[in-house]
Structure formats: structure tokens, C-alpha cells
């Protein structure tokens, strides 16, 4: 079993509506990853949590370090969302320089 | 400045043909790392430089060798490569495993 999962694996959305995709770890960590990928693209790094939740523009992300659960919400999303959004998670157990990355969720926003 | 910048964004190299992907960032971080990543995959760590001394290779073929001339570069070199390691080369950097920072890919491709 992947030590990240992330849900749902392929998200439709149309132009304006909310979107909420989730992260699920099995590890004990000292740092989450929210990453966006654009199709053909490089990563780019949208947030980095330890605990209770950060927002930047439209994005808001959050973390429950006890149950093991991260989200990441877009609120009005916009068909320039449309990415695959990376988590990857710190363990504890697997040293500094090692992350654990989920599948990605796909996101697509329709106009 | 804050980017990782990766060149070439493309190349295309025979079976015997040399070459050498390059990264660099200018951001005083001093871990260094080269992931690939093929189409709808998540990335996969090939190698970690710390304070420009290789820390980890996770059993990558000899074809790839890795170079960390100095503190801000990250070379890649490329010899006698296969059709099957065409793929997406990712250059990060962090500061000593937090704050990940990505560039935007070597998209290689092996005929």
C-alpha cells in the first residue's frame, strides 16, 4: 500500500465551483507538500504544511496531523486550475531529502 | 531569485550519443536532487546532492552520472541511454529538505 493516497484520482468541475481533493498518509511526518503540475509541465510548489492550514490567492490547504489528512480547496476555480495536484509527505522515518509522493489528483475545470 | 532553472527544455539523443542536462538555482539551498518522472506518474528520486556531496543514488543505472560542481549547480550526464529512460527530468532544490523548489523539466527523449 502507497504510503500516499490522494482521492478523488480524476475531478470535473465547472468554471466557478468550489473543489476539494484530499491527501490520506500512513506515516508519521514533519512536512506535507501540495504541488501543481500543468500538463507537460515542471512542479510547482504551492504550499508547505506542519499543521493547521495556509491560503494563498484562491488556494487554501489544510492538515489534521492526527488523523492523517490533508485537503487542498480552490474556491472560483478557473479553467487555468486545470493541473494535476501532487501531494507528498516528509516521513518522519525516511530522512531529510526523501519524499513520499501521492498519484495526483486530476483536476480538470471546464468554462 | 527564486527558481530552479533547468536547460535544455528539450532534447533528443541517439543510443551512443554524450550529453549533459544542467540545473541551477541561486537560492543558497543546499540540497540538490534530479528525479524522473514518466507520463502520468509521479516523480522518482534518482539522486540527492547535501552540501555538494552525493547522499543518495537510489540505484540508478551507471548510464546517468550525476555532477555537483559547485553549491548553486546540478549536472546530469547522459551515455548509452535506452528508448525506455525517455521521461520528464526534474532539478529541485531545498534548504536541507523543507521548501522544495522545482524547475521545469528536461523533457528527454531516446531514439
Known amino acids: 500500500k502507497n504510503e500516499v493516497e490522494q482521492s478523488p484520482q480524476n475531478l470535473t468541475a465547472q468554471e466557478g465551483e468550489f473543489i476539494t481533493i484530499n491527501c490520506s498518509y500512513s506515516?508519521?511526518?514533519?512536512?506535507l507538500h501540495w504541488l501543481q503540475q500543468h500538463p507537460g509541465g515542471g512542479i510547482v510548489s504551492l504550499f508547505m504544511?506542519?499543521?493547521g492550514k495556509k491560503k494563498h490567492g484562491r488556494l487554501i490547504a489544510t492538515i489534521n496531523i492526527q488523523e492523517k489528512h490533508s485537503s487542498l480547496h480552490i474556491t472560483a476555480s478557473h479553467p487555468r486550475d486545470s493541473a494535476v495536484y501532487i501531494c507528498?509527505?516528509?516521513?518522519?522515518?525516511?530522512?531529510?531529502?526523501?519524499?513520499?509522493f501521492g498519484k495526483g489528483n486530476q483536476v480538470v475545470v471546464i468554462p | 531569485d527564486t527558481e530552479v532553472t533547468q536547460t535544455p527544455k528539450h532534447l533528443v539523443m541517439g543510443m551512443t550519443n554524450k550529453k549533459s542536462l544542467k540545473c541551477e538555482q541561486h537560492m543558497g539551498h543546499r540540497a540538490m536532487y534530479w528525479y524522473k518522472q514518466k507520463a502520468k506518474k509521479p516523480p522518482e528520486l534518482m539522486f540527492v546532492y547535501s552540501y555538494e556531496k552525493l547522499s543518495i543514488n537510489e540505484s540508478v543505472p551507471s548510464r546517468f552520472s550525476p555532477e555537483c560542481p559547485n553549491s548553486s549547480l546540478l549536472n546530469l550526464h547522459l551515455h548509452a541511454l535506452q528508448p525506455e529512460d525517455s521521461a520528464l527530468y526534474l532539478c529541485?532544490?531545498?534548504?536541507?529538505?523543507?521548501?522544495?523548489?522545482f524547475g521545469s523539466g528536461t523533457r528527454l527523449t531516446v531514439v
Open positions: 504544511l506542519s499543521s
Open positions: 529541485a532544490s531545498s534548504l536541507d529538505g523543507y521548501g522544495y523548489t
Open positions: 507528498a509527505v516528509r516521513s518522519l522515518s525516511g530522512g531529510n531529502n526523501r519524499l513520499a
Open positions: 506515516v508519521g511526518i514533519s512536512a
